[in-house]
C-alpha cells in the first residue's frame, strides 16, 4: 500500500481520530503496506497497536470502499536492534517455539514476560507467590486460577508461569492460549473433520495456560469440550493455569467446571496501590527512555488507579505527546493529555484542601510568615511566594476567583494577575514547572496524612 493511500485513508478520518485524540497516533505512522488482502502497519511499540486498533473497524470500512473488499489488519513492531542486541537476547531469551518428537511445537510464550520484570507488591502478591509455586518443576500445585478486573497483569503472570517452566524444562509442551483461540480453533475442527488433531493437541500438553476463560460462557459444546480436556490433563496430573475476569463462581458455566477450577488455589489481583504504580511508571520511564519528570509520575500515579494497562499507557502518551509537539510535559499538559485515563475528578478531591493549607506550606518553603505571605508588602521576597500561593489555590482549592482574593487580602484583578504570572513562568522554565508540581504534590500529601 502506498504511503499516499495511507495518508488518504487517515485524513478521510482525521476528525473522528480528532475527537478521541487518536490523531497523533495514526500521523505518527511512516510505514503501511497491503499484501495478500492484509494491511500490515508498522508501529513503534505494542502501545500503538492499543490505540490504532481502536479504529480498525474504520480503516477496514475505508479500505473497503478504496479496495473493494475485506481486508485484514496485522500490526509489526519495528525492530531498531543492533547485531550486539539480538545475539545477546538470543542467548537470554526462551525460544517459544520448542522441538518435540521432530516436530517444532509452537507455545505462544512472550519471552519478555517474565518475573523478572514484573513488579510485585501488596496488590499482586499472593497471585505472583502462587504462580511461582506452581511454576517449580517439583511443585504438588498443579491447577491454579487466577482473576482480577482487566489490565492488572494476568496475561503477564500466565507468561511468567510459562517461561519459568521452559527455563527449567526445555522440552516440556508448555501452551499458551485464550479461551477465545480454543472455542475458534473447536470449532474450525468440527467443521474439518479433525477433532481428534484438535483433542491431540490439547490433551497431550505438560501444561495448560488459559486465559480469559469466562469467554466459554454460553458456548455449551466448547465447554463440555474443556470440561473433558482440562479432567484429561489433570487425570494425568499436568498443570493447568486458567485466568479470568471474575471469581470461579461468578462465571455462569456448569458447576461441574466451576468445581475444577477450585481444585487449586483461587488467587485474585487487585487494583496496585500508589507505591506499586509508582514503581510501575518509574520501570516503564527508565525501560523506554522516556524521561518523565519526577512530578509528572507522581501525579500520573496519585490519579491513575485502575490498571496497570492505564499507568503504561498515560505514561508512553505523555512522551510521545511531549515529542511530537515539542513541548515540556508540565502537569497542566499532562492533565490535558491524558484525560482520557483520569479515574478521577481532580476537582473533587482539590476542594478538600484549604487556602490555608496552601499558604502555611508556601510560607515555609519560602521562609516568611503567613501574616507576611497575605501582608500588603510588595518585596519580591513576599510578592512572589505570594503569586505562587495564590496560583496554586487556583488550581487546586476549588474556590473562585473572589474567594481566593479574599483569603490573600487582593481583589480579583490581582488574583488574576499574579495566576497568570506564574503561568507564564511555568510554560517558559522546565525546572520552575518542576518545582511548582513538587510544591502541589507536597501540598496534596500534606493534606492526605
Known sequence: MTENIWNEIVNDIKEELKKDNLDIWFSSIKKAELKDDVLEIEVPNSFYIDQISKKEDLIKNRLKILNGKDIKIRYAVKQEETKEDILKESETKIDSDVVVGGNIFKSNINPDYTFDNMIISEFNKFAASHSKQIANENSKDKILFIYSNPGLGKTHMLHAIGNEILKSKPQAK????????????????????RVDNFRAKYRNLDCLLIDDVQFIVAKEKSEEEFFFTFNALS???????????????????????????????????????????????????????????????????????????????CISTVYHY????????????????????????????????????????????????????????????????????????????????????????????????????????????????????????????????
Open 235 to 313: 487425570d494425568y496430573g499436568k498443570k493447568i493455569i486458567i485466568s479470568s475476569d471474575r471469581p470461579p463462581n461468578d462465571i455462569a458455566v456448569n458447576e461441574r467446571l466451576i468445581s475444577r477450577f477450585k481444585i487449586g488455589a483461587v488467587a485474585d489481583i487487585k487494583s496496585p496501590e500508589y507505591e506499586a504504580r509508582m514503581a510501575i511508571l518509574k520501570k516503564e520511564n527508565e525501560t523506554h527512555k522516556y524521561n518523565i519528570p519526577d512530578d509528572v509520575i507522581n501525579f500520573i500515579a496519585e490519579n491513575v488507579k485502575d490498571s496497570i494497562r492505564s499507568l503504561k499507557g
Open 322 to 449: 511531549s515529542y511530537y509537539s515539542n513541548e515540556y510535559p508540565t502537569i497542566d499538559k499532562t492533565k490535558e493529555w491524558i484525560k482520557d485515563f483520569l479515574t478521577i475528578n481532580t476537582n473533587t478531591q482539590s476542594t478538600k484542601i484549604t487556602v490555608e493549607d496552601i499558604q502555611r506550606i508556601i510560607s515555609e518553603e519560602y521562609g516568611i510568615t503567613v501574616e507576611e505571605l497575605k501582608s500588603k508588602q510588595r518585596s519580591e521576597r513576599f510578592a512572589f511566594p505570594r503569586q505562587i500561593a495564590i496560583y496554586i489555590s487556583c488550581e487546586i482549592s476549588g474556590l473562585s476567583l473572589p474567594e481566593i482574593g479574599k483569603q490573600f487580602n487582593k481583589d480579583h484583578s490581582t488574583v488574576i494577575h499574579a495566576r497568570d504570572k506564574i503561568r507564564q513562568l511555568l510554560n517558559s522554565d522546565p525546572f520552575f514547572s518542576e518545582k511548582i508540581n513538587n510544591l502541589i504534590n507536597k501540598i496534596k500529601n500534606k493534606n492526605v496524612n
Open 174 to 193: 508448555v501452551l499458551y492460549t485464550t479461551a477465545e483461540v480454543f472455542v475458534n480453533e473447536y470449532i474450525d475442527s468440527i467443521k474439518q473433520n
